[in-house]
């Protein structure tokens, strides 16, 4: 796909004509979220926000609207922590990435490496903020959040991921995961260890890696994507992948173009197959003449890393260029703006070369929904996979 060598102007720029009509992105959207059929209470919240008119929620002038120069951000949290400490940890995460989204922004149109930089940096606030809570608060110990959030400027979509709530996007017939799980059954799947057969029944599945909360700090892994006319969003919790197989998400998907519908069909049938967790889903479909047209030779959407320009760095490096080698990330992750300092860089193991270690550092424990479990079984139950899995080929090589 021939891309431009250099970014088009955002939305609203003084680059464009007077006498032409402005480009604009137009969005509808809807969110619902579920209790499920097995939950006491719900643990989730989502977050859709339009970032110029200063507005979040789903009043009925943000379920279709034309984005503004800030932009927009929709995100799914899912809490855990027992009791209502994981609901209060869902919270704080989508109030404070609000919060500081909106924080300063005046009403200037902001760019695409500002936004996605202060999306990183409110999810790490956030973090920061849920774990001294967790600290001070005897009652909420062990609290945390997943966030998978999406923030929108120009014809750009950012994701930034921690935990295993996930991110996709329906292009035409064809529906892509843009976030990867932090989990430990996907970084087994990432190392060979286990197929993706094996992992739908693989006993320890619900074991993330990172959530926000558990540590002071956390590392986002954050992706794009340049968004095309008809594209659709999906931002869901384990409570809706983990119930449905990836080809009925996608079909009722295809189903209709109308978010509240979509809505309504996902969490119904993720209850319908058994509803064991929190339902939450986010549905945005993208319009407008700010986006261009889906062309056939197009190369698919894929998992892309964005790396944050050094703010010390004078060279940027254009959209659609490929990182030069030896500059410390993969050929085929592509940049925005330039090259990441180290100190914000994901961890090995979210890079698609090598799994990692947990990507966090506790003292005690990782967290799974509802409970805690120490490092040393963790690390226990990988090397007891690895181990059955070899023994289980030399009998068969015998």
């Not at 991921?161 to 064809?174: A, E, K, M």
């Not at 994901?346 to 003292?363: E, F, L, V």
């Amino acid at each position: 796909m021939t891309q431009p060598d250099t970014p088009a102007p955002p939305v609203g720029s003084s680059n464009e004509s007077a006498s032409a009509p402005a480009a604009e992105v137009r969005v509808k959207l809807f969110a619902r979220t579920d209790v499920g059929q097995v939950r006491e209470h719900n643990e989730d919240n989502f977050l859709v926000a339009d970032l110029t008119r200063r507005s979040r929620g789903l009043l009925e002038a943000n379920r279709a609207t034309t984005i503004g120069a800030q932009g927009a951000v929709f995100a799914v949290c899912d809490g855990m922590g027992g009791a209502a400490a994981g609901e209060i940890a869902s919270q704080l995460a989508v109030d404070i990435l609000y919060e500081r989204l909106v924080d300063d922004i005046g009403e200037r149109a902001v760019q695409r490496d500002e936004l996605a930089r202060r999306l990183v940096t409110a999810i790490e606030a956030a973090g920061q903020r849920i774990f001294h809570e967790a600290k001070n608060d005897r009652s909420r110990r062990g609290m945390g959040t997943t966030v998978t959030a999406a923030a929108l400027v120009d014809d750009v979509l950012f994701f930034a991921q921690v935990g295993d709530s996930r991110g996709y996007v329906l292009r035409g017939d064809q529906l892509v995961q843009l976030t990867r799980d932090q989990s430990l059954v996907n970084q087994l799947i990432e190392a060979g260890q286990l197929t993706e057969e094996e992992a739908e029944t693989f006993e320890h599945n619900n074991i993330i890696l990172q959530a926000l909360g558990t540590s002071d700090t956390v590392q986002v892994d954050l992706t794009f994507c340049e968004l095309r006319r008809g594209d659709i969003l999906l931002l869901c919790s384990d409570g809706l992948s983990g119930m449905l197989r990836f080809e009925e998400i996608r079909e009722i998907l295809r189903a209709s173009r109308e978010p509240l519908e979509i809505c309504k069909a996902l969490t119904e049938r993720a209850n319908q197959a058994g509803g064991h967790d929190n339902i939450t889903v986010v549905i945005v479909e993208f319009d407008g003449t700010a986006l261009k047209p889906l062309a056939s030779e197009e190369e698919p959407l894929k998992y892309r890393k964005y790396v944050l320009s050094d703010s010390s760095m004078t060279d940027t490096v254009p959209l659609g260029t490929a990182v030069p080698a030896g500059i410390g990330v993969r050929q085929d992750e592509i940049t925005l703006d330039g090259p990441r300092p180290p100190s914000a860089r994901p961890p090995a193991g979210w890079n698609g070369n090598a799994p990692a270690a947990s990507p966090y550092d506790t003292d005690e424990s990782i967290n799974i929904p509802g409970t805690h479990v120490p490092v040393w079984m963790v690390v226990g139950i990988v090397v007891g996979v690895v181990v059955l899995l070899a023994g289980t080929a030399w009998l068969l090589l015998r």
